[in-house]
T-cell receptor, first 114, second 113 residues
Framework: KAGVTQTPRYLIKTRGQQVTLSCSPISGHRSVSWYQQTPGQGLQFLFEYFSETQRNKGNFPGRFSGRQFSNSRSEMNVSTLELGDSALYLC?????????????FGQGTRLTVV | GENVEQHPSTLSVQEGDSAVIKCTYS??????FPWYKQELGKRPQLIID?????GEKKDQRIAVTLNKTAKHFSLHITETQPEDSAVYFC????????????FGKGTHLIIQP
């Protein structure tokens, strides 16, 4: 069974640009969550999707958005990039909708904003 | 919302000794507490979890304890080995399951040979 796949693995963008990251969950998983990981801050929750609906949103500016497709694949978009957006972006999938089941993480997308 | 505090941020122990990492949470309705291990350059992976109706859970050298009254939970690793070196994150599902995972900031565990 394939794990959670995130593409691309690495990205370098310039301030002011926008970026789209993709996450393919484990087959059969319908819940996808996104996290931003930076040194010293741990994993900060961005948003959670289940069956194409956003169920929960973290405390991030509106420049961060996401969506989920009917096949459960998810994308997140960051517009007007800032230097502080440089981070590892992780997605995690779970069977859903029960949040007390194991979340499986992808390898992440390393975003560098210059 | 939920707030999870994790201590220490760095822990160095001699190989073979025990390691303990502690977390506290703020939402008394939190009902699920997983622990994730992240090795350098790799994805976080679940190593053990505990639900609010259980006080302790063990899996070989790893154990987790939960004190609902005090709102804290701990990870215990016995007979530490070099492969235990990693960053460990505690987390809580708050709102009785209505909210998502809130993570602590992580503990960098270093096993000294």
């Amino acid at each position: 069974k394939a794990g959670v796949t995130q593409t691309p693995r690495y990205l370098i963008k310039t301030r002011g640009q926008q970026v789209t990251l993709s996450c393919s969950p484990i087959s059969g998983h319908r819940s996808v969550s996104w996290y931003q990981q930076t040194p010293g801050q741990g994993l900060q929750f961005l948003f959670e999707y289940f069956s194409e609906t956003q169920r929960n949103k973290g405390n991030f500016p509106g420049r961060f958005s996401g969506r989920q497709f009917s096949n459960s694949r998810s994308e997140m978009n960051v517009s007007t990039l800032e230097l502080g957006d440089s981070a590892l972006y992780l997605c995690a999938s779970s069977l859903g909708p029960d949040r007390t089941t194991e979340a499986f993480f992808g390898q992440g997308t390393r975003l560098t904003v210059v | 919302g939920e707030n999870v505090e994790q201590h220490p941020s760095t822990l160095s122990v001699q190989e073979g000794d025990s390691a303990v990492i502690k977390c506290t949470y703020s939402d008394s309705a939190s009902n699920y507490f997983p622990w994730y291990k992240q090795e350098l350059g790799k994805r976080p992976q679940l190593i053990i979890d505990i639900r609010s109706n259980v006080g302790e859970k063990k899996d070989q050298r790893i154990a987790v304890t939960l004190n609902k009254t005090a709102k804290h939970f701990s990870l215990h690793i016995t007979e530490t080995q070099p492969e235990d070196s990693a960053v460990y994150f505690c987390a809580a599902v708050s709102g009785g399951g209505a909210d998502g995972l809130t993570f602590g900031k992580g503990t960098h565990l270093i096993i000294q040979p």
